[in-house]
């Protein structure tokens, strides 16, 4: 079974920096995309970045410049560094682990979530 642990959210002053984590554990061969995404109540899900195995990064708009995300394919670990948070960046986020491939085929996984909170 493949579990994605998420950690590193938090309180924060606008201006501050947090960095977020998330492990994919399991019996894992390979993982082909990961990501980060956020979430207010009430509204669809966002794709804030990604990182597919080979490196190549994709950003939101609204964070590019100040999020940076990276991985460690040996440990199957994404992180997200956030710098210059604002309150607008106040969400929910979650860890996102698309095409991940185990003895049993390939399938995409979720995080438990997060929340970030930036105070003005």
């Known amino acids: 079974q493949v579990q994605l642990v998420e950690s590193g959210g938090g309180l924060v002053q606008a201006g501050g920096s947090l960095r977020l984590s998330c492990a994919a554990s399991?019996?894992?061969?390979?993982?082909?995309?990961m990501g980060w995404y956020r979430q207010a109540p009430g509204k669809e899900r966002e794709l804030v970045a990604q990182?597919?195995?080979?490196?190549?990064?994709n950003y939101a708009d609204s964070v590019k410049g100040r999020f940076t995300i990276s991985r460690d394919n040996a440990k199957n670990t994404v992180y997200l560094q956030m710098n210059s948070l604002k309150p607008e960046d106040t969400f929910v986020y979650y860890c996102?682990?698309?095409?991940?491939?185990?003895?049993?085929?390939?399938?995409?996984?979720w995080g438990q979530g997060t929340q970030v909170t930036v105070s003005s």
């Open positions: 996102n682990a698309n095409g991940v491939v185990t003895m049993r085929g390939v399938a995409d996984y």
């Open positions: 399991g019996r894992i061969f390979r993982v082909n995309v």
């Open positions: 990182i597919t195995s080979g490196g190549s990064t």
